[in-house]
């Protein structure tokens, strides 16, 4: 059963279809992918905790209740990525840092895999011909620049390989206009920062 805007970019077509892309407010979350985040997750190096928060989750009595406010903090999403793009969501806000040879999603804590991010993006993508949707990278830790070559280039899993054809190229410009991503059937912009940090 669809969800009341899970298509709202089909159902408005004839007033959007021949406008820029950016004449359309998309609506979008901010660290998309933190929904996974519980107390159990461990802490990340892209926030700096104070040193009496550092203190205090080393007492061992206290340290499950801290995990347990920094993971409340630091989970700015209830929603899956497919729920929130059910819910009529196509701006993502995605922070990523390298751990042990992988990708994972980052704020405070350790996420989800980016990887099932980005998978669960294209299966929407895929039976959502007029959902157009942005990935902004925003914010990298700890990446190599193996791992943003695997991020982006892996033949498996890296961005190019996972959306294919769905993805939009550079080329397309900023005052690209809907209805040419529709036709195109390239629905999937992915903004980089290619200062990898």
Partial sequence: MKQPNEQWMADIADHIVHRKLREVVLPGTHDSGTYSISSASPLSPDEDLPEWVKFIRGIPVLNKWVDDIIANWARAQGKNITEQLEAGIRYLDLRVCGRDGDDYI????????????????????????????????????????????????????????????????CSKGVDVRVNDLWQSGQRVIVLYDTAFS
């Fill in 106 to 169: 980052v704020h405070s804590m350790y996420g989800d895999n980016i990887f099932t991010v980005t998978d669960a993006v294209r299966a929407f993508a895929e039976t959502h011909d007029k959902e157009i949707i942005i990935l902004y990278f925003n914010y990298f830790y700890q990446m190599t620049d193996e791992l943003h070559n695997k991020l982006l280039t892996d033949p498996q899993s890296g961005l190019i390989a996972t959306f294919g054809y769905l993805l939009a190229p």
